[in-house]
């Protein structure tokens, strides 16, 4: 499955590829980058960012908390990613602008891939 979503303040955009094969989800963002990208044989999860896009690859996605934690620390660095490149560090003073971005993103992944759950 695939989702892609972004947002208007920093332009950005996010693809999610999931319940797909490392193989596959590889090719997937490989096509997208035109980049070749190395995933360790024992990674659940990949992020891959360019400029202000990121990338995701989950490889098994079933509603538990290990798969929403995973989701959530893939989506870190996507978070990191973006407001770094955007040129907001990490500081005590800009920690909601890092934690709303996070939340925006994640309940909108969460909401679409629970949806999306349901209907298969």
Excluded: C
Aim: cysteine-free; proline content about 2%.
């Amino acid at each position: 499955m695939v989702i892609k979503l972004s947002e208007p303040i920093y332009n950005s955009t996010l693809t999610v590829f999931y319940n797909i094969s490392k193989e596959d989800g590889k090719k997937a963002i490989e096509k997208l980058t035109k980049k070749r990208l190395h995933f360790e044989e024992d990674w659940d999860g990949v992020f891959h960012s360019e400029g202000n896009n990121g990338y995701i690859w989950i490889g098994s996605f079933d509603n538990n908390v290990e798969d929403i934690g995973l989701l959530s620390h893939e989506l870190m660095h996507f978070t990191f990613n973006v407001l770094g490149w955007a040129g907001i560090e990490a500081t005590p003073e800009s920690d909601e602008a890092y934690t709303y971005f996070f939340q925006y993103y994640q309940v909108k992944l969460l909401k679409k891939m629970l949806r999306l759950k349901d209907e298969d």
